[in-house]
């Protein structure tokens, strides 16, 4: 099945620096790609997705990367603000089944 | 929408004993997904339903584990009996399409069993 890694587990930024959150897969038939925020005591919430069709997708400060020769994507975040500061997950479809990658912890220190 | 409707939010119980989550969908979602997350073992996708069909339930750790969805806007996971080792937030989402569409997840139960 569908492996995902993703790094860094940890990762801190100043208030107004950029930070990425990159992202491996197995599964060279994967076709969607989201980005998930989940902030304490709440469920993950979809902040941007990719699909395999496209290479850099953008949403305000937001970006995603793919590359598919490669199995790779990343998650850009310009600017950062301290309520960017949350876990973030990577996932991959493989089949008919979501496969999340580990999580990175974002603090944005002000 | 009021999104994905979770309960109860928090529950703790006794070793042994019978524990039921509930999760109420968001309307017009085909998809139900009930997902596990620990620390040790991240985001866990446990069984999904399609039209209130299980259609994958490889994820289920055992049989102590059961769900159900009687309909569309209602699903249960069942644990009995209960395992410390089952202390987790299980998380329920739903979808329009799965896969390649926007899961959108539920506030989560904390279960801890002792």
């Known amino acids: 099945g569908e492996n995902v890694e993703q790094h860094p587990s940890t990762l801190s930024v100043q208030e107004g620096d950029s930070a990425v959150i990159k992202c491996t897969y197995s599964d060279s038939a994967s076709n969607y790609f989201p980005w998930y925020k989940q902030e304490l005591g709440k469920g993950p919430q979809l902040i941007i997705d990719?699909?395999?069709?496209?290479g850099e997708k953008k949403d305000q400060r937001i970006a995603v990367t793919l590359n598919k020769t490669a199995k790779h994507f990343s998650l850009h975040i310009t600017e950062t603000q301290p309520e960017d500061s949350a876990v973030y997950f990577c996932a991959a479809t493989s089949g008919s089944r979501l496969t999340f990658g580990e999580g990175t912890q974002l603090t944005v220190n002000p | 929408d009021a999104g994905v409707i979770q309960s109860p939010r928090h529950e703790v119980t006794e070793m042994g004993q019978e524990v039921t989550l509930r999760c109420k969908p968001i309307?017009?979602?085909?998809?139900l997904f009930w997902y596990r997350q620990t620390m040790m073992r991240g985001l866990e996708l446990l069984i999904y339903f399609n039209n209130n069909v299980p259609i994958d339930d490889s994820g289920m750790p055992e049989d102590r584990f059961s769900a159900k969805m009687p309909n569309a806007s209602f699903s249960t996971l069942k644990i009995q009996p209960s395992e410390p080792r089952d202390s987790a937030v299980y998380f329920c989402?739903?979808?329009?399409?799965?896969?390649?569409?926007?899961?959108?997840f539920g506030p989560g139960t904390r279960l801890t069993v002792l």
């Open positions: 989402a739903s979808s329009l399409r799965q896969g390649a569409n926007e899961q959108f």
């Open positions: 309307s017009g979602h085909d998809y």
């Open positions: 990719i699909r395999s069709n496209v």
